[in-house]
């Protein structure tokens, strides 16, 4: 079974950085499409940047042009880089393939002051 362990996450003003990591604990890491996911409390969970093998990415609208996703194969990791963050990014953070297919981890909260 997949254990994904999710990281960087924290309290920050708006307008602030944070990084966050995913470490997977699968040698088929690279072959697959992964995705940061985010559940806000009351909300359902959303999918805010997906990267597949090839390296494409895309993002949702909300946050273009703020976050940046990337992976290190070669570690199994995943990568979710904020910026200029808004109290709306405030919600616990997950990834997972892009078809959810992997157990989630217990995510990264982020919360974001105004």
């Known amino acids: 079974q997949v254990q994904l362990v999710e990281s960087g996450g924290g309290l920050v003003q708006a307008g602030g950085s944070l990084r966050l990591s995913c470490a997977a604990s699968?040698?088929?890491?690279?072959?697959?499409?992964i995705g940061w996911y985010r559940q806000a409390p009351g909300k359902q969970r959303e999918l805010v940047a997906g990267?597949?093998?090839?390296?494409?990415?895309n993002y949702a609208d909300s946050v273009k042009g703020r976050f940046t996703i990337s992976r290190d194969n070669a570690k199994n990791t995943a990568y979710l880089q904020m910026n200029s963050l808004k109290p709306e990014d405030t919600a616990v953070y997950y990834c997972?393939?892009?078809?959810?297919?992997?157990?989630w981890g217990q995510g990264t909260q982020v919360i974001v002051s105004s």
């Open positions: 990267i597949r093998f090839g390296g494409s990415t």
């Open positions: 997972n393939t892009l078809n959810r297919s992997w157990s």
């Open positions: 699968v040698s088929t890491f690279s072959l697959n499409a």
